[in-house]
């Protein structure tokens, strides 16, 4: 019986581990589709990008931002169990909360019109 609790225990640990990276991993099997495609089609689809930092005569990084008050899937605790900082259980005293911000940072480096790299981060990247 021992044994068969261990395993369970084991399995719920593993499907929850599992949870955790699927939504990183879905974003970043969206956002692989993109290499090799053109500068414009990016353009076309996402418009005009918050940021364009040039990198050299024939590169750019262009940055794409989202924020919303609630998560795009309704996770609000995207960390929960994985950060352990007491200084975020601590209270307010008494001073007014700040709306929650939910944020993802979505960035491709295009080099000669082409995009040949991306990078994404934050806790509502889908």
Same mark, same amino acid.
């Given at each position: 019986?021992?044994?068969?609790?261990?395993?369970?225990?084991?399995?719920?640990?593993?499907?929850?581990? =599992?949870?955790i990276? +699927?939504?990183?991993?879905?974003?970043n =099997?969206?956002?692989?589709? &993109?290499?090799?495609k053109s500068?414009?089609?990016?353009?076309?689809? &996402?418009?005009?990008? @918050?940021?364009?930092f040039?990198?050299?005569?024939?590169?750019?990084?262009?940055?794409? +931002?989202?924020?919303?008050?609630?998560?795009? @899937?309704?996770?609000? =605790?995207?960390?929960?169990?994985?950060?352990?900082?007491?200084?975020m259980?601590?209270?307010?005293?008494?001073?007014?909360?700040?709306?929650?911000?939910? +944020?993802c940072?979505?960035?491709f480096?295009?080099?000669?019109?082409?995009?040949?790299?991306?990078?994404?981060?934050?806790? @509502?990247?889908?």
């Open positions: 019986m021992k044994k068969l609790l261990y395993c369970l225990t084991g399995l719920f640990i593993i499907a929850g581990c =599992q949870n990276g +699927y939504s990183s991993a879905v974003y =099997q969206k956002l692989s589709k &993109w290499m090799g500068a414009a089609e990016l353009y076309s689809d &996402w418009g005009s990008p @918050d940021q364009i040039p990198i050299d005569a024939s590169t750019v990084q262009v940055s794409y +931002y989202s924020s919303e008050s609630q998560p795009i @899937d309704n996770d609000f =605790q995207p960390y929960e169990s994985e950060i352990a900082y007491d200084a259980e601590q209270s307010d005293f008494g001073l007014p909360t700040a709306p929650p911000l939910f +944020y940072k979505t960035s480096t295009i080099s000669n019109g082409i995009i040949t790299d991306y990078t994404f981060n934050g806790d @509502d990247c889908y």
